[in-house]
């Protein structure tokens, strides 16, 4: 039973690290039509950036990751400034091809800025644990659920409740149509760049603690997320969210009572069949009909 | 052999007016009528007599095996991406499959045998992939060959086949290669070997090049829907191509495998099929050329690049999105171009098809 | 040759086809009328197979499924559409080519090992796409890539493809779309040849002029259904026929 729920803690913590770079690919493609395969490259630097932050400058930690999370929106704008506009007219394979590109690219600084050897990034909690039902939960693992469940609840209002929200979702379904309307297109892509940009490296902050810091770090977090929005139909938060969870259990469960090694196969096989068979996602959402 | 290329020279001249009825009645599409087997000769010719002269010098030789080795594999992803329209981000994996199957059964069974069956391995798998993500889209084609290609280094760093657990999936010693009691001992006799094999491959993707198969693949990419009211299976077309494409892959491992001694899951990881994308758009994707220029060049570019290592990535990635950005069309392309206007100026007509 | 019975579409809520029944002989002309709306496209697309319908489709005699574009081919049905859809890339005899009737050999085995053969089939497969090219009257042109082509030829290009495959029935969708007045009356008389050549046409179109002087009959659809079928001078002047083109 212990084993169990520390594998079930551990399970959504990794979901709910895939649900945040999977929610910033789903609310930028929304919202400006562009797949951004460059997340993982976005992740690492997020990570990196804390590190540094932390250790190199010796900043205490938790301003180390606020820190970051700032640079990292910032990038997201300078992203936007210089890439949505030639990307924003091109079909969506060669706009995943692009941004693929330029994901390797971030790595690739990231490689130039300290080097390819594996580091490993301090939670705001340590080591620390607690017992829940018998199994020894990091504290850490508890911080990150708890993120997610606030980023996700606030996007969520965001999207539904708010002026702009309403006009992120007008944006989404015509563009042209919004500018006519008098949204303000432009800004509002920054915006969102911005967004999915900062989650990008939140999650690399928070996966930080779990995994070790390689610059290639966020290649398979990425490669889930985008399963995670497959999952759940490139729509819907809530679909997306189950993914991402589905995807994270895969892989603990699969890792704790199976092999730990190949724990990853589990999350890799599931997106495999779901493409293949079910390529709408599990939960119906309505954009997949665009791609 | 020979007579089936006489024959279709002259078939497609319309050279034998009383052979046939009518006079040009008979004439073949443009494409036949390129001159790709010449081609051919002539790029082995040049790369015989560079290496030849270079195979005492160790350093040198192994640079060309290399780029003779993954010219290989830019020519499958050639097949796959370009005339198949399939985002085979799987291909680094394939040549994974195909060097890790030839370099565990040659110790017991011998090269040929160990290749063979390396080859027909990813045949069968290749097929698979196509076929179970035969509906998926591109965007979610790539994805899934990205799944599929994370799913085989796991295997390769973990099976005890490939010695997982014991050596982090690292191989050594694995022999050179040998046909038929001819030993490649040195690298410049492997040279010899790898310039034969991509011989071999060139003119097996030109056959391909001069039949119907590159005319449905050509319509299939474009608009799939009017190809199914002609009586064309897109997908079929597709996948027969996919399946090329990553066998062609899985030789390009095998070459690698026995060339370079050891192997390693990391030379497979989907970070080296983004590499073989940007050798094929950087030499130039319209053209089989396209693959064989774009690996020669970045297999070279390490060497100028050796100073300022840690810049290796960086370049790369920017590399590739300058090309996809600003140069679709790649080297080749601009060559092609070049040789239009050339052939404008001295005033020859026709606009036959542009494909290598 | 072609009997379409009971052919349902639906589009969401809609219903676009509810319901038509057809039949061509061999060699007969009919021409599909309506105003728009009508459903007279989405009928076309339900029997090639593009979209979802029911109902049943025999050609030949032998049931064809819907919903297989490849199936209803292979049949002995193909099509031209209303936008000319050529592919750029190739020539205007490969073009062709591509809607040969017999695909034995155009795979990986017939590039390689049954090369001979493959080129004997190429051979024949390449006179037959010029002879179709001829009908048309695009012959010279037989080389050259089909971007380069105008309207109007690319145009007859579809229908020399449509033609290649030696089809029991070609469904025309819209064929005059964007020609002239002289250029339709071409079409017209070239339409009229082939058919004389015992293939059935069926053509989907507004203008009534060249499709009075060349159909054996007319049916009209409005709203998804038959509301006249006949030659053509009767029904142009049915009341019913004249009040749905003027209530629109």
Known sequence: ?291 | MRRVLASERDQSAGAKPGHRRGKSAGALPPVYRRRHYLTVVAFLVVIALIGAGNTENMYQISVFNNALTISVATVGLYFAYQLGGMFAFSQAAFMGIGAYTSAILSPDYGFVFSAGVALIVAAVLSYGLAFLLRNAKHMYFAIGAMAFAEIVVLVLRNWEVTAGPTGGGNLYGIAPPSVAGYEFPLPGDIFWFLLAVLGVVLLLSVLLERSPLRRHSLAVKAIPQVTESNGIDPRRSAMTLFTYGSTLGALAGVLQAHSLGTIAPESFEVGVSINLFLMLLLGGAGSLWGGVAGAFFLTWLPEFLRPVKEYETVVYSLLLLAVIVLFPNGIVGAISWLAEKARGWTGRKGKAANHA | MLEAKDIRVKFGGNTAVDGVTLSLDEGQVVGIVGPNGSGKTSFLNAICGIVPATGSLTLRGRQVPLGRPLKVRAAGLSRTFQTPQVFEDLTCVENVMLSDERFRRTGFLGATLARRAMLRDEHERTERALRALATVGLAALRDQLAEGLAYGQARYLEIARALAGRPAVIALDEPSAGLNAEETKRLADLLRSVSEEGVSLLIVDHKIEYLSRICDRIDVLELGRLIASGPPERVFKDPAVIEAYLGT
């Open chain 1, 1 to 291: 039973m212990s084993n169990f729920v520390a594998l079930l803690f551990s399970g959504l913590t990794l979901g709910a690290i895939y649900t945040l770079v999977s929610l910033g690919i789903v609310i930028l493609y929304k919202a400006t039509g562009i797949v951004n395969a460059a997340q993982f490259g976005l992740v690492g630097l997020g990570a990196y950036i804390a590190f540094w932050a932390s250790t190199d400058a010796g900043m205490p930690l938790l301003v180390s990751y606020l820190l970051s999370i700032v640079v990292m929106a910032l990038v997201g704008v300078g992203l936007e400034r210089l890439t949505y506009a030639p990307l924003r007219t091109r079909p969506v394979d060669s706009v995943f091809l692009s941004t693929l590109a330029g994901g390797f690219a971030f790595v690739g600084l990231i490689v130039l800025w300290y080097d390819a050897e594996p580091r490993s990034l301090r939670s705001l909690f340590g080591l620390d644990t607690v017992t829940i039902l018998g199994a020894p939960v990091p504290k850490h693992s508890l911080f990150v659920i708890v993120v997610c469940a606030i980023a996700v609840a606030a996007l969520s209002w965001a999207f539904n409740r708010t002026d702009m929200g309403r006009q992120v979702r007008a944006l989404a379904f015509d563009r042209d149509a919004a500018r006519l309307q008098g949204i303000a297109v432009n800004r509002l892509s920054i915006i969102t760049f911005a967004l999915a940009s900062a989650m990008a490296g939140l999650a690399g902050i928070l996966l930080g603690p779990v995994a070790a810091l390689t610059p290639e770090m966020g290649l398979s977090p990425m490669l889930f997320a985008f399963g995670a929005a497959i999952i759940g139909g490139f729509g819907r938060f809530g679909g997306v969210v189950a993914g991402a969870v589905l995807l994270g259990l895969a892989e603990q469960f699969g890792g704790g009572y199976i092999s730990t090694n190949w724990r990853e196969i589990f999350p890799f096989a599931v997106m495999l069949l779901i493409i293949a068979f079910r390529p709408e996602g599990l939960f119906g959402g309505e954009a997949s009909a665009r791609l």
